[in-house]
Antibody
Framework: QVQLVQSGAEVKKPGASGKVSCKAS????????IHWVRQAPGQGLEWMGW????????NYEQKFQGRVTMTRDTSISTAYMELSRLRSDDTAVYYC?????????????WGQGTLVTVSS | DIQMTQSPSTLSASVGDRVTITCRAS??????LAWYQQKPGKAPKLLIY???SLESGVPSRFSGSGSGTEFTLTISSLQPDDFATYYC????????FGQGTKVGIK
């Protein structure tokens, strides 16, 4: 069955970088885009960007341009999202999600989420 | 950016009730709309895609309708497992979510 398994919770200091991994199984990894979505405590869902797993191409929400980097390692079916210059308002649960069809699609499978806490 | 506005933000209902949630887009998105259900501490779950297509494995009491700028999610007979927060998402131009509708017990 399709699974996306994310790395564990992290605590980071302001100004540091944080990197979350998302390991896929149960399907052809290169056949679907991976999107990243975050959710601040008690808040709604916010799209951050996607990575084309096949060729490594990326598309980031303008708000995160310059701070976010999405990569993948096809040899181990894992996608990564790194956010730099962390601030307290970056405290959130970060989700990876598989694009249901093409890049311009909704998400049919999600990771379990990774809580990143930014605190001094 | 395309803005998505859901209403209501919260609603209270009883088991067996018919529940309708509305989502409005700031510009036409054709039928590029999805609905998700999220329970506390869990990832969202896809219910409806392309405005009215039921995702595999989702109970038939869930249905979606609409096109252009106005969309609805209907639960025909609310079940205990349905108390959760529901989000709409447009995927016509980038990806944006509504602010969510929390369905609670009356």
């Amino acid at each position: 069955q399709v699974q996306l398994v994310q790395s564990g919770a992290e605590v980071k200091k302001p100004g540091a970088s944080g990197k979350v991994s998302c390991k896929a199984s149960g399907y052809t990894f290169s056949g679907h885009y991976i999107h990243w979505v975050r959710q601040a405590p008690g808040q709604g869902l916010e799209w951050m960007g996607w990575i084309n797993v096949n060729n490594g191409g990326t598309n980031y929400e303008q708000k995160f341009q310059g701070r976010v980097t999405m990569t993948r390692d096809t040899s181990i079916s894992t996608a990564y999202m790194e956010l730099s210059r962390l601030r307290s308002d970056d405290t959130a649960v970060y989700y990876c999600a598989r694009s249901r069809g093409t890049s311009t699609s909704c998400y049919d499978y999600w990771g379990q989420g990774t809580l990143v806490t930014v605190s001094s | 950016d395309i803005q998505m506005t859901q209403s209501p933000s919260t609603l209270s209902a009883s088991v067996g009730d018919r529940v309708t949630i509305t989502c409005r887009a700031s510009q036409s998105i054709s039928s590029w709309l999805a609905w998700y259900q999220q329970k506390p501490g869990k990832a969202p779950k896809l219910l409806i895609y392309h405005a009215s297509s039921l995702e595999s494995g989702v109970p038939s009491r869930f249905s979606g309708s609409g096109s252009g700028t106005e969309f609805t999610l209907t639960i025909s007979s609310l079940q205990p497992d349905d108390f959760a927060t529901y989000y709409c998402q447009q995927y016509d131009g980038y990806w944006t979510f509504g602010q969510g509708t929390k369905v609670g017990i009356k």
